[in-house]
């Protein structure tokens, strides 16, 4: 569950947030909304859903060798970026698959069985959560945005 932004997150973060949102919207209003999700579920939640060691969510021990842990390839990520994850590989494919209904809801697109028809049965998680998720979005720049149309307006 998604809770409202408490106290006020790094102003230059909210800034650059809100900046990339006035701009978007200016061309593709339908889309303001989708920048913010796509940048924040992108970067940073689903990063720490598929990799929750580097994230400090998760910690490995010491005694733990990189080389007994299994190496990932990222999803989407450069050819080149191997992730040594502390999880099982059957955690781990559940994660990214985890994180990819989160940047679908986070873009507001829902699967269409293209690539992968088992994400289907997703959708109507999607469609009950959008609102959820876009109030949160806007709870991240809606105090600037306001802001800013007054100073434009």
């Known amino acids: 569950m998604l809770t409202p932004p408490t106290g006020e997150p790094h102003s230059e ?3 650059a ?3 990339a949102k006035v701009l978007v919207s200016e061309l593709y209003p339908q889309m303001r909304q989708a920048v913010v999700g796509c ?7 689903c990063p720490a859903i598929v990799s929750p060691h580097t994230a400090g969510i998760i910690d490995c021990t010491s ?3 990189a080389s007994e842990l299994p190496l990932i390839v990222a999803a989407n990520s450069h050819p080149l970026v191997v992730l040594v994850a502390p999880v099982p590989n059957q955690a781990m494919s559940a994660l990214v698959l985890l994180s990819k209904l989160f940047q679908a ?3 507001g697109v829902e699967f269409d069985g293209t690539k992968e028809e088992h994400m289907l049965r ?3 998680f999607i ?3 959008q609102l959820v998720v876009r109030i949160y979005l806007d709870n991240l720049t809606v105090c600037v945005v306001v802001l800013v149309e007054w100073l434009n307006g």
């Open 13 to 15: 973060l909210r800034e």
């Open 17 to 19: 947030l809100t900046h």
């Open 39 to 45: 940048f924040i579920f992108l970067r940073f939640f």
């Open 63 to 65: 005694s733990e060798r």
């Open 105 to 107: 809801l986070a873009s």
């Open 122 to 124: 997703l959708n109507p």
């Open 127 to 129: 469609q009950k959560n």
